[in-house]
């Protein structure tokens, strides 16, 4: 397979950021200095609510499409034998790309063009936005030329004619897209973990150590020790550290806002992979710690969207990846 289009892991999903802080300040008796004092205050609301609205326009296209699509290069590429001169004709497995719909665009077309348009203005973002925006736009028909010519069978009738014919254009919209994936991305990750550590601080500030709180300071958390913990020579008494953080704000935040009423029973989901989360954190650092070796099927399983093993950076994004969705669902 072309090293561009090698996947050891899908990125995890962008965790949604919160609403915007409301303005708090309470309403003066009338006055020209109250007015504007409130209108002092209402400004960096103002301010929070755009970028909110914009970088929450960026990740739900994000994850509505960018592992589905990475799930589509590696339906496309795991059956052809050389990626670079592409499909023999004597194959006997074969698999299409996946469709990318027009419900799909829907949610990388014109609310990632409104969000482009709209203020703040974040340069690097903005540009990385647009270019995976086209890199889709790219990929759409020929994907979809593709996905219909092997769910169809058509390569049956040919003798993949057709399918030599598409591969080559394939590939290019596949890498095109990798790499705007990889650009938006980090800028994406970059944004957004700048502008939560922005709203924990406002969040604390305005309202104390609340449940939405304790979620936002839990996920920053849990995304620190997945990125520490990807490769084996990460450093250990560095993760250990960051996991016994995690468990620290866990713990206080059980013990504050697990009872409380209106979302506990959707709080309690959140808790539940929350412990998963920390025991695999715990899991990867004792394998990585003793040097366990991976037996073959494991090894096998690494890669595995659904069945890595434990210990490995694989089952460590997994239960990350079902943490922001029970995250997200708050």
């Not at 647009?130 to 890199?135: I, K």
Request: glycine letters at 6%; proline letters at 4%.
């Amino acid at each position: 397979m072309s090293r561009t289009l090698s996947i050891a892991a899908l990125a995890a999903s962008l965790s949604l950021i919160l609403a915007a802080c409301g303005d708090k300040t309470p309403t003066a008796a009338g006055g020209a200095g109250s007015s504007a004092k409130q209108e002092a205050s209402a400004a960096p609301a103002d301010a929070q609510q755009q970028l909110t609205a914009k970088l929450n326009a960026y990740i739900g296209c994000f994850n509505a499409l960018d592992s589905k699509t990475h799930g589509s290069i590696q339906s496309y590429t795991r059956w052809i034998k050389d990626v670079d001169a592409g499909p023999s004709g004597r194959e006997t497995n074969v698999y299409g790309p996946f469709e990318i719909s027009d419900y799909d665009m829907k949610q990388c077309d014109a609310p990632v063009s409104e969000a482009i348009a709209a203020k703040p203005a974040l340069a690097d973002l903005d540009a990385a936005a647009g270019q995976y925006q086209q890199a889709l736009k790219a990929l759409v028909p020929i994907s979809k030329e593709a996905h219909d010519y092997y769910e169809r069978q058509d390569y049956e009738d040919d003798r993949f004619a057709k399918g030599k014919q598409l591969h080559a254009p394939l590939m290019t919209a596949f890498k095109d897209f990798v790499v705007a994936s990889e650009t938006f991305n980090a800028e994406l990750e970059r944004q957004n973990d700048a502008a939560q550590r922005e709203q924990l601080k406002a969040l604390e500030q305005a309202e104390g150590r609340t449940r939405e709180y304790y979620r936002l300071a839990m996920m920053l958390e849990a995304k620190t020790i997945v990125e520490l913990m990807t490769g084996d020579d990460f450093d250990q008494a560095k993760a250990r550290e960051r996991l016994d953080a995690f468990n620290r704000i866990s713990d206080e935040a059980h013990a504050k806002v697990a009872d409380q009423e209106p979302g506990k029973l959707d709080w309690n989901s959140f808790e539940r992979e929350a412990e998963n989360f920390r025991r695999e954190g715990k899991e990867r650092l004792q394998r990585v710690s003793a040097n366990t070796p991976y037996t073959d099927f494991e090894r096998r399983m690494l890669d595995s969207p659904s069945m890595a093993p434990r210990g490995s950076a694989g089952k460590l994004m997994q239960e990350y990846n079902s943490l922001v969705f029970q995250s997200n669902r708050q």
